[in-house]
């Protein structure tokens, strides 16, 4: 088995009484992309934001690479290698496309608090900018205004800032929301070129798209953790079926 | 954020000869109300920094000038050389500390908490100096000499000197305008300007977005206690209505008017304001029934200020030697 680069141990998280997350205990791997599934309100996003550190879980651990990330807060988890997209649009809309990479960029620096060289001098970060927007097919808008561009654009650009810091953990949060087909296509094929490198912890509503892409899928239900398997086996399960595929077995086949 | 393209360098530059001349032709009164826009232009500029570029509207602003003014009145009050270095070091520093002190529980909030947590910090300074005898209370204090600035046993400037004077304030605005550039274009500066556009997302991206607002916080209150050391020094006198939430409430008024976020605005906005406030009343008595009527004119027909119209003036400059063929309006 490969190394485990992310794992949770009991995890919970409850808003009042609503058990968003109940007793999630999950072991990520690397080099890996594992989907995770569940119908709206399985409290997907919750997860995804309890292991960026936007929230802060009421039981239970977080380890990445054996180091407890529990408690940290979200800039931390992103400096030790864990980036994330968002699943509503989150750039800088009034900055070109290569500002938007430049801040994620900017990190490789080990601090920011830098006051006299012009920042445009600096090489690595305009070498890690310039790939970032290259990935993600967005050298030719480089110079665009982020706000002008399609919403497909935006999405690409989304994944191209998280990418400029140069996560060693990707944390895509439903990259293909609202996107038509042709868009969606043309994303799911960057996914598929980031995971050839990159591990994924992926939230995506497209089965097709995780059908095509996992290695690995988790399916929630109402906070909990349904199953977990490879893609034959979360396809063929009678719990998974019932509880969310359903009816619906012409669109997974 | 705006490129600073050619023409507004050329403008600015234009503007800054018509500084250096003024002195020549102006008289003794005008060259001593042009001294105090400028010393209040380095105090909007540093405003600049906080609501233009980080996104902190601080209601409170005023405050800081108004402790760099008290600290070198009550500290060199009875002194009759005030060493400039030693004095300008000790009261920036302070200053410095006491932004460091107030930012680190405002920027806690954000939105109207810190606009309200702003002025409640800038009114407790305000109350305490208004009550304090000792400091002068609400008669304010007088000082009897200014800091000399010497270097070695000369006296480089003369600040008694009104021209002097002038000189010496153009300096330090100009020195504070190349600063803020300078540290604006510089990698911290970048992360400023996200965190005003989108704070969560260049949080997720692995900045302590809180650091580097309150560095800029101290950054823009130190400046701010320079103009009011300034100031102090200028008129010998001191009183606490320099830190009343009036003036914070002008500032931002004359940040909002010469184009926020650009950092010369502000500057213009200053001078716009004071020569209204002077020249207005000449003509009527009813005079800031026309000052409102201008600034509510500003604001609905120049969203991004006077800045902003140069802005747009210096675009058509550009595009019209990109594409001098098809050019028409």
């Known amino acids: 088995m490969a190394e485990i680069i992310l794992r949770t141990e009991h995890l919970c998280k409850n808003f009042g009484g609503l058990k968003a997350t109940d007793d999630v205990s999950l072991d990520f791997e690397r080099g890996r992309v594992h989907a995770i599934l569940g119908p709206n309100g399985a409290g997907k996003t919750t997860l995804i934001n309890l292991l960026s550190g936007e929230l802060a879980p009421s039981s239970g651990r977080i380890l990445f690479k054996d180091y407890d990330i529990t408690d940290a807060r979200p800039e931390k988890v992103a400096r030790i290698g864990i980036g994330r997209s968002f699943q509503k649009t989150n750039i800088l809309p009034g900055f070109s496309c290569l500002q938007n990479c430049w801040i994620g960029a900017q990190t490789c620096l080990p601090t920011s608090m830098r006051f006299i060289r012009p920042a445009r001098h600096l090489r690595e970060v305009h070498r890690r900018a310039d790939?970032?927007?290259?990935?993600?097919?967005?050298?030719?808008?480089?110079?665009?205004?982020?706000?002008?561009?399609?919403?497909?654009?935006?999405?690409?650009?989304?994944?191209?800032?998280?990418?400029?810091?140069?996560?060693?953990?990707?944390?895509?949060?439903?990259?293909?929301?609202?996107?038509?087909?042709?868009?969606?296509?043309?994303?799911?094929?960057?996914?598929?070129?980031?995971?050839?490198?990159?591990?994924?912890?992926?939230?995506?509503?497209?089965?097709?798209?995780?059908?095509?892409?996992?290695?690995?899928?988790?399916?929630?239900?109402?906070?909990?953790?349904?199953?977990?398997?490879?893609?034959?086996?979360?396809?063929?399960?009678?719990?998974?079926?019932?509880?969310?595929?359903?009816?619906?077995?012409?669109?997974?086949? | 954020m705006h490129t600073v393209t050619r023409p507004i360098i050329v403008f600015l530059c234009l503007c800054l000869v018509a500084l250096l001349l003024f002195p020549l032709v102006g008289g003794p009164f005008y060259t001593g109300l042009v001294t105090k826009i400028m010393i209040l232009s380095i105090f909007t500029i540093s405003l600049d920094l906080l609501i233009g570029f980080t996104g902190l509207v601080s209601f409170g602003h005023a405050a800081f000038f108004g402790i760099g003014a008290y600290l070198l009145a009550i500290l060199f009050k009875d002194v009759e050389h005030i060493n400039y270095w030693w004095s300008l070091t000790l009261t920036l520093s302070l200053t410095g500390l006491a932004a460091l002190v107030v930012g680190w529980f405002c920027i806690r909030t954000s939105g109207i908490y810190f606009i309200m947590l702003t002025l409640a910090f800038a009114q407790m300074f305000f109350y305490f100096f208004f009550e304090s005898p000792h400091y002068g209370g609400d008669d304010g204090i007088f000082m009897f000499y200014k800091p000399e600035i010497t270097l070695g046993s000369r006296q480089l400037v003369d600040l008694d000197n009104e021209h002097h004077f002038y000189y010496f304030v153009l300096a330090w605005l100009v020195g504070v305008y190349l600063f803020l550039s300078m540290i604006l274009r510089a990698p911290f500066g970048h992360v400023l300007i996200a965190i005003k556009a989108n704070e969560q997302r260049v949080r997720a991206l692995g900045y302590s977005t809180s650091h580097y607002k309150l560095v800029s916080f101290v950054i823009a209150g130190t400046i701010a206690g320079l103009a009011g050391f300034l100031e102090a020094a200028h008129t010998s006198f001191i009183t606490p209505a320099y830190m009343g939430w009036h003036e914070s409430g002008m500032a931002i008024m004359m940040v909002i008017l010469g184009g926020m976020g650009t950092l010369f605005g502000p500057v213009i906005g200053t001078f716009a304001v004071v020569l209204l406030q002077d020249f207005l009343p000449e003509f009527t008595e009813h005079w800031k029934l026309i000052m409102g009527a201008i600034i509510i004119g500003v604001v609905l027909f120049l969203p991004s200020g006077i800045a902003g119209l140069i802005f747009q003036i210096s675009q058509r400059f550009v595009s019209r030697k990109q594409n001098s063929g098809r050019e028409h309006g």
């Open chain 1, 131 to 253: 790939y970032a927007l290259d990935l993600c097919g967005l050298s030719g808008q480089r110079n665009r205004i982020a706000g002008t561009m399609s919403y497909g654009e935006q999405r690409q650009l989304e994944i191209a800032m998280m990418l400029a810091t140069e996560p060693e953990l990707l944390l895509l949060d439903e990259p293909l929301a609202g996107m038509g087909s042709e868009e969606s296509q043309h994303v799911t094929a960057l996914l598929r070129d980031l995971a050839r490198e990159q591990t994924l912890i992926l939230i995506e509503h497209d089965m097709d798209a995780v059908f095509s892409l996992a290695d690995r899928i988790t399916v929630m239900v109402d906070g909990a953790e349904l199953e977990t398997g490879s893609v034959e086996q979360i396809r063929n399960s009678k719990a998974v079926q019932d509880a969310y595929l359903g009816h619906d077995d012409e669109e997974v086949a």
